[in-house]
């Protein structure tokens, strides 16, 4: 939020960093939340560019992630100057652009991770046959269950932008639990791998260690669970 953009005849410059933006090694545009206005009320003083990322005084220095990549980066800005012509909404109504494309982001980022999902629920049948353990077997059988919970709920979710237009509150569901159940299954996998799954550097490994960050990128679950919380049950909203 401390990234300021200061407007000056037909373009505003752009002085700032942010952390935490994936793919901007290999994108060609971002969308950047300045703040254009210090002294405006809290949420008042934003407003949404879209940037590009070939413009002299952008600078992307890559982030080593814990599986090895580094498919998230830290974008330095100075002095970068951006066209009046790609402001996304007005002056100062950054936030209400920004939420706007949460919604939007949660709202359909679900069937992709679910189809991601059920690839790996695949593999982790592939890996359970033959096992007998009455309480692995349960724990399988979760996942598979979680798994068709989360294909229903996405198809709500998709009925809801058929007819409003507008994605719903179920895409905060859809992330979340998407997210909880990617954990707990590269878990079990490498459980069910036994002495294996302790020097594998495989697949699952990998899936393992990339799924820390699932609880965290595109809203925290605690985040999450206030927006279930507020528009899903209608309880009042958290402080
Ligand atoms: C793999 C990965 C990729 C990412 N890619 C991008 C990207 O491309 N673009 C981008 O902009 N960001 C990206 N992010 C950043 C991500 O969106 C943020 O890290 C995330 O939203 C959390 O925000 P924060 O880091 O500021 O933590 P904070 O908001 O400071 O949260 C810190 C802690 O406080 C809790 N907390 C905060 N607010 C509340 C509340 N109201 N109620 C209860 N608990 C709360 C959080 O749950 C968390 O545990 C990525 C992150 C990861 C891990």
Redesign the pocket.
């Known amino acids: 939020m401390r990234t300021r953009a200061e407007r000056r005849d037909g373009h505003y410059v752009v002085n700032g960093q942010?952390?935490?933006?994936?793919?901007?090694h290999i994108a060609d545009f971002c969308i950047l939340v300045t703040l254009s206005d210090p002294d405006a009320p809290r949420y008042q003083g934003l407003t949404y560019l879209i940037v590009d990322m070939h413009s002299p005084g952008v600078e992307v220095r890559p982030l080593r992630?814990i599986t090895g990549e580094a498919?998230?980066n830290e974008i330095f800005f100075t002095d970068v100057e951006v066209p009046v012509e790609n402001r996304l909404g007005e002056e100062g109504e950054g936030w209400q652009v920004a939420m706007t494309t949460l919604l939007h982001e949660r709202g359909t980022l679900g069937f992709a991770l679910t189809a991601v999902l059920e690839v790996s629920v695949r593999k982790l049948l592939v890996l359970a046959e033959g096992v007998e353990d009455a309480d692995l077997r349960q724990r399988i059988a979760r996942e598979w269950i979680e798994l068709q919970a989360l294909r229903f709920t996405n198809y709500r979710s998709l009925t809801t932008l058929m007819k409003t237009g507008i994605p719903g509150p179920e895409g905060s569901i859809a992330k979340l639990q998407w997210s909880l159940a990617n954990q707990r299954l590269t878990k079990l996998a490498r459980e069910l791998l036994g002495h294996d799954g302790i020097v594998d550097d495989g697949w699952w490994n990998y899936q393992q260690l990339r799924s820390r960050?699932?609880t965290?990128?595109?809203?925290?679950?605690?985040?999450l669970?206030?927006i279930v919380a507020e528009r899903v049950l209608g309880l009042p909203r958290?402080r």
Do not use: C, L, Y
Request: zero cysteines.
């Open positions: 942010k952390v935490w933006s994936s793919f901007a992630q498919e998230f960050g699932n965290i990128e595109a809203g925290t679950s605690e985040v669970r206030n958290s």
